[in-house]
């Protein structure tokens, strides 16, 4: 008689991979689904890349939803110019906000339970 395996806890990349598909939705949902230059947006952008901020990767402030070309700029060619452009658009309240969390700094976050509750909070905001 064979005994079932154990289930195994999901791993990091797999909730990782959950959570960006939830906060791509959760941003879409929250500002819309134009980019900010009026174009049909294709996908959620970080305007604090979560490489260096990982603590608002999952921040729904963090997103702007964005077309193929102001993406292209702002990963290569005009970053500032579209940068300004998103302020402009957001105001100061929003990248002062959005600043005063980019400075906080957790000591701990991307393990399992954070990613869990990231995972739990965007999509009981999506269900909402």
Request: one cysteine or more; charged letters at 25%; proline letters at 5%.
């Amino acid at each position: 008689m064979k005994i079932p395996k154990p289930k195994k806890a999901p791993s990091i990349k797999k909730l990782r991979l959950m959570a960006d598909g939830l906060w791509q939705q959760a941003v879409f949902k929250f500002w819309g689904d134009k980019c900010f230059c009026g174009q049909p947006a294709y996908c959620g952008h970080h305007y604090y890349y979560k490489g260096s901020y990982g603590h608002l990767r999952y921040d729904i402030d963090n997103g702007v939803p964005i077309c193929s070309h102001c993406h292209f700029l702002v990963h290569t060619k005009d970053p500032k110019k579209v940068e300004d452009n998103i302020i402009y658009k957001r105001g100061v309240k929003w990248i002062n906000l959005l600043r005063e969390k980019a400075n906080q700094n957790p000591s701990s976050y991307k393990g399992v339970k954070w990613y869990k509750e990231n995972i739990e909070r965007l999509q009981a905001y999506i269900d909402n």
